[in-house]
Nanobody, 123 residues
Framework: QVQLVESGGGLVQAGGSLRLSCAAS????????MAWFRQAPGKEREFVAA?????????YYADSVKGRFTVSRDNAKNTGYLQMDSLKPEDTAVYYC???????????????WGKGTLVTVSS
């Protein structure tokens, strides 16, 4: 049974940093694309960042986080990460880790989801 468990969310002031983790079991993170999505209150879930399986090219980022967020994974720990720097109040959302065997990265393409972790950025 595949499980993705996020951790690392919390309350941070604007300009601060957080690192989210996504611990995987039942699959090998190297063999899937791992993505991060977020959903703010009253808004649709949106793509944040992704890293393709194996060494499939550069990571992908939403324009809103490019240059501030860094997606990565540690194959030895079977864990994905989202390093978030220079946080803004508009980054406040529940952040979800997801994984897919597919080559496309829309929310509907994800095979597995975590339950999410709340990130709150105060002004």
């Amino acid at each position: 049974q595949v499980q993705l468990v996020e951790s690392g969310g919390g309350l941070v002031q604007a300009g601060g940093s957080l690192r989210l983790s996504c611990a995987a079991s039942g699959l090998t993170v190297r063999d899937v694309a791992m993505a991060w999505f977020r959903q703010a209150p009253g808004k649709e879930r949106e793509f944040v960042a992704a890293i393709r399986r194996w060494n499939g090219g550069n990571p992908y980022y939403a324009d809103s986080v490019k240059g501030r967020f860094t997606v990565s994974r540690d194959n030895a720990k079977n864990t994905g990460y989202l390093q978030m720097d220079s946080l803004k109040p508009e980054d406040t959302a529940v952040y979800y880790c997801a994984a897919t065997w597919r080559s496309t990265l829309n929310p509907t393409d994800m095979n597995y989801w975590g339950k999410g972790t709340l990130v709150t950025v105060s002004s």
